[in-house]
């Protein structure tokens, strides 16, 4: 778990004002749910045999005996938030998004934490593909404006729970013809899950997977016209994507269209986050049967991708003012006032003291822009303005400070 301040909190603060401003033009609105949730919530939803709820979580009992969580992602907590609040009852469509701290217990690697930040959208209450387009759409304007390019939408459709039987026996059998090169995880899988042989990281099995059937193969009707509907969508809205017939979502209550979003801003084509269709989970939880769609992107890793691109967030720093004795300070104080009403950025040296410090301190701090009040300047109606690029020293009635300042 780490400290966030600086450089790097201003890249996540710019994110995160990209992601209110553009979700909020598509009609989302935020959601805040706890961090703590009981344990019941990510095992029904997440899944047990999942390695998130089997090693990742911080979980304990609380001092009145409940077995509690620290959240590891936000879809559950929302969709459990939706159907205690009655936000599903009618047939309107609820659009969600949130920003918030997921907690797991990682092991330690680069970029892996175990307090991480995601942004998350959820649509509930539409099937079509068309939400799915507008989802994805937006998802695209919040990756384009942070100024990350060559996006590409990998897309699959992982059909229905009704439909899978007929693709897990052709899998089943497919699987069987070579069942020696795949690793002994894919050997559970293949009972238990056989969707998820499909994404096993290890370089063999990926390679024993050549010539797979392939599940958009064995779609029920209205599963294929669902994905062919979702693909002529983004063809329409030039939104680049590509077919993956092993992106999967391996639990029953995801549906129909899974997706990732791959950029190759880092050179080699990496995955920035997924997510997908799960009309199954709101019932699963215990709430009406109400199809949903989503995704997360993790934000750390966002941030050092926007890092290694684009450098500095845009940050511009406030100019600082800097009194000399006590009564500019009086001044100093009335003066920045009226800059801070006015909105300007604007931090003002209240320590006292030698102008040399100040300036020193106005230096490391990468100030452009400072102002230094004197008696000699207050008894002229003036403020001296020293712009540290050029070394530049200049003199403005203090009357005009604002307008000369204001961004
Ligand atoms: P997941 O919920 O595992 O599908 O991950 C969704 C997003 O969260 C991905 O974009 C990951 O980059 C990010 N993420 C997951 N776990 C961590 C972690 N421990 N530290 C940083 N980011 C993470």
């Known amino acids: 778990m780490r400290d966030l301040f600086g450089a790097e909190l201003r890249w996540f603060q710019h994110i995160e004002e990209t992601a209110r401003r553009v979700f909020g033009r598509h009609g989302y609105g935020e959601i805040r749910t706890p961090i703590l949730e009981e344990l019941e919530v990510f095992k029904r939803s997440v899944g047990e045999s999942s390695d998130i709820v089997n090693k990742e979580m911080y979980e304990f009992t609380d001092r009145g005996g409940r077995q509690v969580v620290m959240r590891p992602e936000n879809t559950a907590g929302v969709v459990r938030a939706a159907i205690q609040h009655k936000l599903l009852a009618s047939n309107d469509a609820v659009l969600f998004y949130y920003i918030g701290q997921q907690f797991r217990y990682e092991r330690m690697q680069a970029g892996r934490y175990r307090q991480f930040w995601q942004i998350g959208a959820e649509s509930f209450g539409v099937a079509t593909p068309e939400s799915e387009a507008e989802s994805l759409l937006m998802l695209h304007s919040f990756l384009t404006e942070l100024g990350l390019k060559s996006l590409v939408f990998s897309i699959n459709s ?117 997510g997908g269709r799960y009309d199954g989970l709101v019932k699963h939880l215990g709430g009406p049967e109400v199809p949903a769609f989503g995704w997360a992107i993790g934000l750390d890793r966002l941030v050092m991708i926007l890092q290694q691109i684009h450098g500095e967030a845009p940050f511009a720093p406030p100019a600082l003012l800097i009194p000399l004795g006590e009564r500019a300070a009086t001044e100093a104080l009335k003066l920045a006032r009226t800059l801070w009403d006015a909105g300007v950025p604007l931090q003002l040296e209240t320590r006292g003291g030698a102008l040399k410090k100040a300036m020193a301190s106005a230096n490391r701090m990468g100030i452009q822009t400072v102002l230094i009040l004197g008696d000699g300047e207050l008894d002229g109606g003036t403020v001296t303005v020293k712009h540290m690029a050029t070394g530049e020293q200049e003199s403005w009635p203090i009357g005009e400070a604002c307008s000369r300042l204001r961004p």
């Open 158 to 274: 992982v059909g229905t729970p009704e439909s899978r039987p007929a693709f897990h026996a052709a899998f089943r059998a497919f699987f069987s013809e070579r069942e020696e090169r795949f690793c002994s995880d894919c050997h559970r899988r293949i009972e238990s899950n056989p969707l998820r042989v499909l994404d096993c990281k290890n370089e063999t099995c990926q390679a024993a997977l050549e010539g797979h059937p392939v599940i958009t193969d064995h779609l029920d009707e209205a599963s294929a016209r669902h994905h062919a509907r979702l693909k002529a969508l983004l063809t329409e809205l030039a939104i680049p994507f590509e077919e993956n017939p092993r992106l999967v979502r391996g639990l029953d209550y995801y549906t129909r269209t899974a997706f990732e979003v791959l950029s190759s801003d880092l050179g080699a084509q990496s995955a920035l986050l997924g």
